[in-house]
């Protein structure tokens, strides 16, 4: 009795944290989705000068969005059949995930320099296209940038170009504005504690998602050998 009510403990526990997790591959994958298709980034996916940082981004969202839902729905099946099988590709499967995220934090720190030199020549030469050409698709991108980072041009200056894409400001604040560049640097040095933070707490995640998998999986196998 003490072996099944253990399982229906871990079952539970399994289908709860799979159920969010499918819940947050469904929302990456929302975001995703909506960066393609939405009518003010749609134009940046079209032309010989597409922005490889921009729509390669999105297009790792789309997929890491579609993974997490299938792992999870995995997760999910496993728990609620007691499927040895199911809980086996889960765990695998998470475990890759994991490995990624950990590749992918050791690459993000070792290179952040050069990170933050990319996001901000992606940025220079979308304010340089749209200098030049006027195009709606590279306004909205410029605006939504430089309302996210709170910032106005590559120099802050207020005599800088595209000044309508910048944030609203009143008084004495339209004089003291950010400079993009800068705002990209602040950024990334502020806040990079935080991304470290939210990876490591993911990664702690995933462990116990991995710990609970194998628990449900041995449990399982042994109610079957006393039955």
């Known amino acids: 009795m003490a072996v099944f009510g253990g399982i229906r403990c871990v079952k539970y526990i399994m289908f709860i944290f799979n159920f969010f997790f499918w819940l947050a591959g469904t929302g990456v994958l929302a ?11 749609r134009g940046l996916f079209e032309g010989a000068e597409s922005p490889h940082v921009f729509f390669t981004g999105v297009y790792i969202l789309i997929i890491a969005g579609s993974f997490m839902m299938v792992v999870g729905f995995l997760g999910c099946c496993g728990a609620i059949q007691e499927s040895p ?19 992918a934090g050791i ?23 749209y200098q030049n050409t006027s195009q709606d698709t590279l306004r ?8 996210g980072l ?3 041009g590559p120099t802050g200056s207020i005599v800088d170009f595209a000044k309508d894409t910048c944030p609203p400001r ?14 990209i640097d602040e ?28 628990l449900l999986c041995c449990a399982i196998r042994k109610s079957r050998e006393i039955v």
């Open 150 to 152: 709170d910032c106005c």
């Open 187 to 214: 950024v990334f040095d502020s806040k990079l504690h935080i991304i470290g933070g939210v990876g490591i707490a993911i990664g702690v995640i995933m462990v116990f998602g991995m710990i609970f998998s194998m």
């Open 107 to 129: 690459w993000g720190f070792s290179n952040q320099s050069k990170v933050v030199d990319d996001i901000t020549q992606f940025y220079l030469e979308t304010y340089q296209n």
């Open 140 to 147: 909205e991108t410029l605006r939504l940038i430089q309302t």
């Open 85 to 103: 099988f199911m809980l086996g590709l889960f765990f695998f499967f998470l475990l890759i995930i994991f490995a990624i995220e950990v590749a």
């Open 31 to 41: 975001i995703g989705l909506w960066l393609r298709f939405d009518p003010k980034t």
């Open 170 to 183: 009143d008084g004495l604040d339209s004089l003291i504005t950010k400079s993009c560049p800068d705002a």
